[in-house]
């Protein structure tokens, strides 16, 4: 059985202890939509579109990347990388249906079906660094130079590694917990904080992560990190990381990144919330055209 006093932890002198049980067992408290098991909760098949590729996913920074590389691949002359994105709402646990369960067994976006030469026996993909080296190499091995590719794989597995801790640890503490606690919001946020500086000391003498030449890392990296240094994560956190002042290197990337036409189209993928415009869907490039339109044409009047 557990128990809680009032003692010091961690230097944390209001913080109460926590005494862990010698057997952990699961209370029914499903922390949103998070339970100690996997498999599916409900029968429903996925739908399929007209594209050999089959993207199911949400427009979160893990959904943007394979977007973000999939509209670059289109921009790139790729014509074989059209797609279909369909939108799996997580909040409606739409990820614990039986058809995304086949796909992903471990009920994440995003997941993808590559019907290309097989149309009874598609190859399933899951886990965003598997599905962006799958597209690369499937295409020529664009944005995985030969020169650099390990350490292209370096640092786009340093991502998938790393990431957890800037939203699993210092957002959820920092922006989406109830109770705010100064010890993990203190851990999280020294974490986060040095993993901005190792990317603000990549990037110091070089235009994007693996030298002058923009890959998969980039991708990869830019929904997270970017994001983060240009206010759009965890309310005001750049503020409270104090970005524009420690981490120049990575504001200045972001920017350029985040300029890029093929990177504006596949953040807007799959996008249900924030600011408009949104597309909760994509099937083909005119839907992200219309979905730009009212953007373009408000831009124009304003100059």
Known sequence: MSSTSASPQNGN???????????????????????????????????????ALQLYSLGTPNGQKVTILLEELLASGYKEAEYDAH???????????????????????????????????????????????????KFDNAFLPAANRTEVLNWLFWQVGSAPYVGGGFGHFYAYAKDK????????????KRQLDVLNRQLSNQHYIVGDEYTIADMAIFPWYGGLVMGE??????????????????????????????????????KVWGEEPHLPERHSAADIDQALQPATATSNLDR
Do not use: C
């Open 13 to 51: 002198s209001n913080v109460e202890a926590y005494t862990p049980p010698k057997v952990w067992e699961w209370d029914g408290d499903t922390f949103w939509m998070n339970r100690p098991t996997a498999g599916p909760r409900f029968e429903r098949d996925l739908p399929r579109g007209q594209h």
């Open 87 to 137: 939108l799996i709402k997580i909040m409606n646990e739409d990820q614990f249906s039986s058809g995304f369960v086949q796909v992903n067994p471990n009920s994440k976006i995003p997941a993808l079906l590559d019907y290309s030469g097989n149309n009874d026996a598609p190859t399933r993909l899951f886990e965003s660094a598997s599905i962006m080296l799958h597209l690369a190499e």
């Open 181 to 192: 606690m100064k010890y993990p919001i203190d851990r999280f946020t020294m974490e986060t």
């Open 233 to 270: 994560s965890y309310g005001d956190a750049a503020t409270f990381l104090n970005v524009e002042q420690e981490y120049p290197h990575v504001i200045a990337w972001a920017k350029r990144i985040a300029e890029r036409p093929a990177v504006i189209r596949g953040r807007l993928v799959n």
